[in-house]
């Protein structure tokens, strides 16, 4: 499903998640510090704009806090990503998904509002870009254009369902499938049946397409 995505900060991991956006066929905004980061990405996303993150006029006068998703993927200008993040809460953006650049500035950002905190280390910009329209999905694995395999912690209504119940039947003709749930610490249960059902902190281990990901874990499924 097309969302609208701003993408603070065009290193080559801001510009990854802001030019894979685009393919996918989100909206994209493009914001850096530099023209010439601009010039380099302007044909590529769907509007680019020089401006300074941490700049709250700014960013009301570009209307960030309409968008569906904000990327913060700064460098290692920790206040600035702070900022930024702060800003783009209290503006009104759904989700923020914020890059750290160790686990200090990661918890710090979650503690400020940021809703998902990424490692360039460990995600890749295709990756980020690809897993934007399912926002509680994590660890996505991008396999082809759309088809993915993410991780998804059982949602609160999800609790006390069975896998068939809530759309997961493990049919074969199944957009979506189920190849594990992580239970605990060491319990995991894999190509679980139907009938499995979801515990509170449940993690399901899942493939498919990424509006499919998307619909499991939106307020309306049906």
Do not use: C
């Not at 290193?11 to 010039?39: C, M, N, P, W, Y």
């Not at 460098?75 to 953006?93: A, E, F, I, P």
């Amino acid at each position: 499903m097309r969302k609208q995505v701003v993408v603070f900060g065009l290193g080559r991991f801001g510009k990854s998640i802001a030019r894979t956006s685009t393919k996918i066929g989100h909206e994209v905004l493009a914001i850096d510090r530099e023209e010439k980061e601009i010039q380099d990405i302007s044909e590529f996303v769907t509007d680019a704009a020089q401006a300074d993150g941490t700049d709250e006029q700014a960013l009301r006068e570009l209307g960030v806090g309409d968008f569906d998703i904000a990327v913060v993927a700064v460098g290692r200008d920790m206040s600035s990503s702070l900022l930024t993040t702060v800003l783009l809460k209290n503006l009104g953006v759904p989700h923020v998904i914020a890059r750290a650049t160790d686990e200090l500035h990661g918890a710090t950002l979650k503690k400020v509002g940021a809703d998902r905190v990424i490692f360039p280390e460990q995600d890749t910009g295709e990756n980020i870009a690809h897993s934007l329209a399912a926002s509680y999905v994590e660890d996505y694995i991008g396999l082809a254009t759309d088809y993915g395999i993410g991780k998804v912690v059982a949602l609160e209504e999800f609790v006390s369902h069975t896998l068939e119940e809530i759309g997961l039947s493990g049919s074969s003709t199944d957009n979506l499938r189920v190849l594990m749930i992580h239970r605990g610490n060491n319990d995991v249960i894999v190509a679980p049946d139907r009938f499995e059902r979801i515990k509170e902190g449940d993690i399901l281990v899942l493939s498919g397409h990424d509006d499919d990901l998307e619909r499991l874990t939106s307020s309306d499924r049906t």
